[in-house]
């Protein structure tokens, strides 16, 4: 079978997957009304609309080089003599400019095809994406009303239990806190978020003398946001390319997968969406979150003298660092040291 069948195939194959309901007929011929011939069509696509019949002719050019005006005004007679409705040029290698222009005034379209599949005309198209990963620094406190002593220790947020009016418990503040973040419960834009509410309905807290009191518990996020740009490899896809246009018209795509923890170290970090290289087409949006197993091993949270509140994330196996290299300072009376917690993987996905 030679390129240009093989081309003519190919074209019709991609056209029938983007108008499955229509009939697409390859190799046809039709009477021509103005020059009496029978004329070759390439792909003919016919469809209805009420008691319309509508057709679009196709042409397929394997051309070295770029089709020119040349082959948009011969393939304009072609389209008039068969009456058809639309016509349709489709060069792998492109269009000149001239082509182009010559083919808007006509309302012609100009394609590429745009398949995955192994043939002659395999494409291997790559397709702009941002990551926006959200980390969040979380704080705790607690609200009492009532006219109680309170002692609150300085793990209180990993150690006591809130409970209900019953006494049943509702977990630790600081794991309910980190599975409302992990979830998504918690507010994700960047910035400070103060005094959320992390339980529903009345809860109560022993007030480390002994007696169980109404309380509420709080806590405040910092949210902080990396964005990265890169490429992704789009692996399987059917469609053509409009060369004046420049979109890309298909039913759908697959991309490849790509772990956090690559697009973290070989995707280039942006400031902005501005920064990007060209605008990204996909956007995705990832939190790294809380290891709620175990919590506690490879992070620090303190207060500094300001009261704000810093939870410092790292991966692998790094030597962490102490609490003057943080601060800048040593440890003061109203610092406090909350406990060391674990660094978190952001969660895997795929696109």
């Known amino acids: 079978m030679s390129d240009f069948e093989d081309l003519e195939k190919l074209v019709a194959k991609i056209q029938s997957e983007l108008a499955p309901t229509a009939e697409i007929l390859h190799n046809q011929r039709i009477p021509g009304r103005l020059s009496g011939r029978t004329r070759q069509i390439d792909v003919l696509v016919k469809d209805r609309v009420g008691q319309y019949e509508i057709l679009i002719v196709i042409d ?34 492109g269009f000149s400019e001239a082509a182009k222009t010559r083919a808007s005034g006509l309302q012609m379209d100009l394609y590429s095809p745009v398949d995955t599949e192994p043939h002659k005309w395999t494409v291997n198209p790559l397709i702009p994406v941002v990551v926006d990963f959200r980390s969040a620094g979380i704080s705790f406190g607690v609200s009492i009303s009532g006219p109680y002593p309170f002692t609150m220790p300085l793990d209180m947020h990993l150690t006591k239990q809130v409970t209900d009016a019953d006494g ?100 280039k970090e942006v400031e902005s969406e501005e920064d990007c290289d060209q605008p990204a087409t996909i956007k995705i949006l990832g939190l790294t979150v809380w290891d709620e197993q175990e919590p506690n091993d490879k992070s620090v949270s303190c207060w500094n003298d300001q009261s704000e509140f810093a939870h410092l994330l790292w991966g692998g196996p790094k030597k962490y660092p102490s609490y003057e290299e943080v601060w800048g300072h040593p440890p003061s009376p109203v610092d406090a040291l909350l406990g060391e917690g674990k660094m978190l993987e952001r969660s895997p996905f795929g696109f």
Not at 65 to 83: C, I, P, T, W, Y
Not at 211 to 232: A, C, F, K
Not at 243 to 260: A, H, K, L, M, R
Request: glycine share 12%; aromatic share 8%.
């Open 60 to 93: 397929c050019k394997d051309y070295k080089k770029r089709a020119d005006v040349r082959s948009v005004e011969e393939f304009q007679g072609l389209v008039a003599d068969v009456g058809a409705h639309k016509g349709v040029l489709v060069c792998p290698s």
């Open 168 to 267: 049943i418990g509702r977990g630790s503040i600081f794991l309910t806190a980190i599975e409302k973040w992990n979830s998504g419960s918690l507010p994700i834009e960047p910035g400070r978020h103060e005094n959320l509410t992390v339980f529903e309905g009345e809860t109560y807290m022993e007030n480390g003398h002994g007696m169980i009191v109404p309380m509420e518990p709080l806590v405040s996020i910092t949210v902080q946001r990396q964005l990265y740009y890169g490429l992704l490899p789009i692996t399987k896809i059917t469609g053509f390319k409009d060369e004046v246009g420049g979109s890309i018209i298909t039913n759908g795509f697959d991309v490849g997968i790509v772990s956090p923890a690559e697009i973290s170290s070989t995707w």
